[in-house]
């Protein structure tokens, strides 16, 4: 059983597209989040939603918003995509109980050309 | 605010090598910290953690023991294998406060046959 999936695994599309990556975890867990991962593979924290508490970090574009249509799911949402949105994103989940460690899911590599 | 610092890489050893990957931190409190494996084309896992003052974690031979005294949580291995690489990353999670991680840039490890 897979804890944290993401659709789709690879994701190829030009400038100006709109597009969107879903994820969904059956772990039970209250928090959800996206990060982005560049070339040189450094992590970045793109938003937490959290009983529908959202945390967005300030560096991210207001093209990026994700929508959460219930507790088991964190969708990202990206218009009018950029080249420098190539990246890879990740979809995680956590509980307080386990110190908020994280359960990743596989990825979803975007490529804008 | 709070930070993690890893040594950079790639760090390239012979199978059987002894392995240590540097990382230190910055945070206010006693944050839980973590090793993060992540294997080529796949999502981040949880290697190992340790939640206080000079605790051990451990996990598939590797250790990482919680130093606050010099605000470190170096990750060792004493006999690298070829499937151990992949790129580890460091991360700590305030106790109390946020519950977002703070990452590392992560350190890229090759063992070669």
């Known amino acids: 059983d897979t804890a944290v999936s993401q659709t789709p695994k690879y994701l190829v599309t030009q400038m100006g597209n709109d597009k969107s990556i879903k994820c969904e975890q059956n772990l039970g867990h209250d928090t959800m989040y996206w990060y982005k991962q560049d070339s040189k593979k450094f992590l970045k924290i793109m938003f937490s939603?959290?009983?529908?508490?959202?945390?967005i970090n300030e560096t991210v574009p207001n093209r990026f918003s994700p929508k959460s249509p219930d507790k088991a799911h964190l969708n990202l949402h990206i218009n009018s995509l950029e080249l420098g949105d190539s990246a890879v994103y990740f979809c995680?989940?956590?509980?307080?109980?386990?110190?908020?460690?994280?359960?990743f899911g596989p990825g979803t590599r975007l490529t804008v050309t | 605010g709070d930070s993690v610092t890893q040594m950079e890489g790639p760090v390239t050893l012979s199978e059987e090598a002894f392995l240590t990957i540097n990382c230190t931190y910055t945070a206010t409190g006693y944050p839980s910290l973590f090793w993060y494996v992540q294997y080529p084309g796949e999502g981040l896992q949880l290697l190992l953690k340790?939640?206080?003052?000079?605790d051990k974690g451990s996990n598939k031979g590797f250790e990482a023991t919680y130093r606050k005294e010099t605000t470190s949580f170096h990750l060792e291995k004493g006999s690298v294998q070829v499937s151990d690489s992949a790129v580890y990353f460091c991360a700590l999670k305030r106790t109390g406060g946020s519950y977002i991680p703070t990452f590392g840039r992560g350190t890229s490890l090759i063992v070669h046959p």
């Open positions: 340790a939640t206080k003052a000079d």
């Open positions: 939603y959290n009983n529908k508490e959202l945390i």
């Open positions: 995680a989940s956590s509980q307080p109980g386990t110190g908020h460690e994280q359960y």
